[in-house]
Structures are given as C-alpha cells and as structure tokens.
C-alpha cells in the first residue's frame, strides 16, 4: 500500500492527480478519496471523459443503491485480480 500526498491549490488538484494515475500510478489498481459525494461524482465525471487515460474508472458512494456499490466494489477487486488500474 502506497499513500501520495501532493500539495497543490484547489484549481490543480484534478490536473495533479491525472498526472499521476497518467505516469506514476499506470496499471495499478488506486482510491481516490474525496470530501463529499458531490466531489467524488464531479471526479468520477472528469475521469471517464479523459481519453486514453489507461484506466478503468468507477464510482463508489452513498450516492448509489447499494446493488451499484456492490457491483462497482466487484469490478475494483475482478480488475485488482487481472492487474489493471481502476479508481
């Protein structure tokens, strides 16, 4: 288990941590935290819009029904077994 912290301003934070699922984190399997369930879907937005990013993204919070949470937390740990990135 790898924890990275960035310090940066709140404008740079998506673009830091494309970077780093881009270069540092390519083909692993990472979690991404966030404050609210607003920040974590405005996040999951901006993932998936991101072309050629080279990983699966998902969706995880209190925003969805519990068989959505239960199918997004298989997928992570089906792609965590074939040893690709999912956020």
Do not use: M, W
Not at 11 to 32: F, V
Not at 46 to 62: C, I, K, N, T
Not at 69 to 82: D, I, P, T, V, Y
Request: proline share 1%; net charge negative; glycine share 4%.
């Amino acid at each position: 288990l790898t924890s990275f912290k960035v310090e940066c301003t709140l404008e740079a934070k998506p673009l830091a941590l494309l970077a780093l699922l881009a270069n540092d984190l390519q083909g692993q399997s990472s979690i991404c935290f966030t404050a609210s369930v607003e920040s974590t879907h405005r996040l999951f937005l901006l993932l998936s819009a991101v072309e050629g990013l080279g990983v699966a993204v998902l969706e995880y919070s209190s925003h969805q029904s519990q068989a959505q949470r239960s199918e997004a937390l298989r997928a992570f740990k089906k792609a965590n077994e074939q040893a690709q990135g999912v956020v």
